[in-house]
């Protein structure tokens, strides 16, 4: 009897509107690797899924090695780009099935990618004709695939192929007995609905660690590896086309959701029709299909966000609001992209720091940031926790920790030794140029500008040495601060002048894996000193770095210290680093925490913080509800650039 095909859980529900959680967490992610031309079915599937009206984005997992011109078409495309680190099996003399297969192992990494919460991996040769959007819709904790057919050559060193069996027709050619147990059921890993998370992550490189390669390389691992939680979908979500010629009765080809070009001679960009098969009609059909998608430029990015922006009724717009704004759910910000720009925030363990963090994230809401906030946290986060920054439109990116070297230092304070885990935002490639702000800051005026600062440095604020905690220094044992250098020189009998030295709780910087591993690797060698990382990260960019003005980081010592510097009134980002400043805290006893010009900037941060009107649901809404005269603004920071804009929610863990 042939395996029962569980199809109740597929019912099509992609009417416009879905619950936030699922729009806010799912994507579509693809693997693309080299020069060659296969960013051509990743533009096709790219156009693809927006033909079919899909709500979610797709995400390009790609190997250093791909070009940056092909980056930029895929970028153009509204691709989230996100560059990943080869993953390589162990060493051994298999002959895979096809000598490319090999590099497919690294689409182990997409399971890092926990800023979702499930995610539908399709090869770059596959083609979405139907909205397939409700997949993501099925139960947790299963892996969704549809099965593969053993009747071609490439199957021909294996035992099914030999005997004529097939899991697509088990009652043509029974499973002999005397060959054992018949084989578990078995996915082609051209699409499947999974989960990421760090820890099958982790388990799946510790697998791979001590699992011999086989013919067909990932795909025989991920079979091996999910085999217990592996539940079959039907054919008509990834349409092997070799099934039309060796199951045509399986197929209903005006039922196919999705194709996979994988026979010999039939991707579409590199069609002859001259091997074998490929001058059937339905091949040629359905290469055709793909080259009027292709070619369809009324489906390139920037012009079906240009054609939604020319509504310019509100009778016309209110489809368009009405996907975007269902209870709030939209985020407004451009697509992440190798071009895209974000600010980023560090949050660890269960204590109350998050309350900081949802206060920046409503400060540069009400600052008009058009810029997300990602949240890099360390997996000691509790869910409460997330859920609270998810529901204030936060991107939640988990990483794991950083150590440093084993050492005897006392840090000024004991706690920093988490901050080397800031590090890992390094690692955020996805985009261009972020801004990092810790989360006792809070912005009061719009700073997206610095965005715009030349590349190739790391801007920041000069910090100053005047406070107690930095009293082992040998700037402040002296009086000397480079915020006023004049007034105490520094000695010539000391040698030359330290560096210019910047708070880290601040900066501006372009995510790169190269500087990320240069970091780690000169970490193992660098002697953890009083403050940690941001000692570390001054000698590791001393000779790029920038200062910028205190108005972008104000550390409140400077308040008492050089108020001469500061005017109050241009300042854009507040610094509660002071002891007894930290506003969720704040009780005004601690020294120095009774002036006036604390508690005003105590207030201001509760101001924000308390402003419900602020919170990421009802600024959403409030956006939505209004006018098309009112929408425009909106609407022009959208579809500003050419249409390089997209519109969707905080991707998050949850």
Known sequence: MAPRIITTTLANTTNSVVKQASLSSCAYVTFLAGDGDYWKGVVGLAKGLRKAESKYPLVVAMLPDVPEEHRKILVSQGCILREIEPVHPPENQTRFAMPYYVINYSKLRIWEFVEYSKMLYLDGDIEVFDNIDHLFDMPGGHFYAVMDC?????????????IGYCQQCPDKVRWPAEMGPKPPLYFNAGMFVYEPNLSTYHDLLGTLKTT????FAEQDFLNMFFRDVYKPIPSDYNLVLAMLWRHPENINLDKVKVVHYCAAGSKPWRFTGKEENMDREDIKMVVNKWWDIYHDESLDYKNTVAAAAAAEAEA???????????????????????????????LAGDGDYWKGVVGLAKGLRKAESKYPLVVAMLPDVPEEHRKILVSQGCIVREIEPVH???????FAL?????????????????????IYLDGDIQVFDN????????GGFIHAVMDCFCEKTWSKSPQYKIGYC????????????????????FNAGMFV?????????????TLKVTTPTLFAEQDFLNIFFRDVYKPIPSDYNLVLAMLWRHPENINLDKVKAVHYCAAGSKPWRYTGKEENMDREEIKMLVQKWWDVYNDELLDYKNSTTVAASSGSDQLQPILEALFEDGGGRRCFTAPSAA
């Open 404 to 410: 440093p070297p084993e050492n005897q230092t006392q």
């Open 414 to 434: 004991p706690y920093y030794v988490i901050n080397y885990s800031k590090l890992r935002i390094w690692e955020f490639v996805e985009y261009s140029k972020m």
């Open 482 to 501: 480079q915020q006023c250098p004049d007034k105490v020189r520094w000695p010539a009998e000391m040698g030359p002048r330290p560096p210019l030295y």
């Open 509 to 521: 910087y372009e995510p790169k894996l190269s500087t990320y591993h240069d970091l780690l690797e």
């Open 447 to 454: 700073i997206d500008h610095l965005f715009d600062m030349p």
């Open 212 to 215: 011999s390669p086989t013919l």
């Open 316 to 346: 016309e717009l209110q489809p368009f609001l009405a996907a975007l704004s269902e209870a709030g759910a939209v985020h407004y910000v451009t697509a992440p992209s190798a071009a895209y720009r974000a600010y980023v925030t560090f």
């Open 150 to 162: 053993f009747c071609e050559k490439t199957w021909s060193n294996s035992p099914q192929y030999k």
